[in-house]
């Protein structure tokens, strides 16, 4: 049976936060960053001394995160670290821890008790292959890394013509990379999600395809 989420995986800075927040709040539906998740194991390991790649270590950490999601606001260990989880070191913290299989296992029961009864938009990089398998709606919303690094800059007011800018595409390269060559829920289209290329689309237009999707599914498995 279809459970009712919307799961949209993609790669860095392709927009899935921005869409699949949006689309939660036109639907009235929770939301999930599970991004989120693994970028606070990895903070959380920094700051106790741990290395990312400790796999045992870290997936206590994993299970144990000691976080509080209030709107906007993420607390780990009663401090406020929603904007320290989003450094760009921290994502590649973030995709290090994630290629340890005992972390994904520690992790994945936290993120299906996201799940209400009205209905939940996730996004991540294994939302529909491997979290919710069986979500009503599963879409894959990707841009050209060019692109995708222009937005990342745009958000961090960084000037496209400087060499930071260069890191930053660099950077989402690299993670491009490492996040669809791991062994465990690798990141790649699989054939039951709809391809969103969001390179030539607003975020509304984005948002829309995404309702649209939706509504079509649900009248055909009413
Ligand atoms: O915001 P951005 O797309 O740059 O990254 P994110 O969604 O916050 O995820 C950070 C890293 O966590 C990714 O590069 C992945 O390696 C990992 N991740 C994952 O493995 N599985 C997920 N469901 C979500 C994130
Ligand atoms: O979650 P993810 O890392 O995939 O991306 P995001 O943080 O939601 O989006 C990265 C940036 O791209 C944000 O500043 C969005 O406003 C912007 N964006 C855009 O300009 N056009 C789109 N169609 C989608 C996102």
Known sequence: MNQKVIAIDGPSASGKGTVAARVAAALGWAYLDSGA???????????????????????????????????????????????????????????????????????????????????????GRDMGSVVFPQAALKIFLTASPEIRAERRAKQLNIPLESAEFQHILADIQARDEADQNRSVAPLRQFPDAELLDTSDLSIEEAVKKVLDWYS???KTQV
């Open 37 to 123: 998740l693994y970028r606070l194991t990895a903070l959380y390991a920094k700051n106790q001394g741990i290395a990312w790649n400790n796999e045992n270590e870290v997936a206590q950490l994993a299970a144990s995160l000691p976080v509080e999601f209030i709107g906007q606001t993420i607390l780990l260990n009663q401090q406020d670290v929603s904007q320290a989880i989003r450094a760009e070191h921290i994502g590649m913290g973030a995709s290090a821890v994630a290629k340890l299989p005992a972390v994904r296992t520690a992790l994945l029961q936290r993120q299906r008790d996201f799940l209400t009864h009205q209905g939940l938009v996730c996004d």
């Open 216 to 218: 079509k599914k649900s």
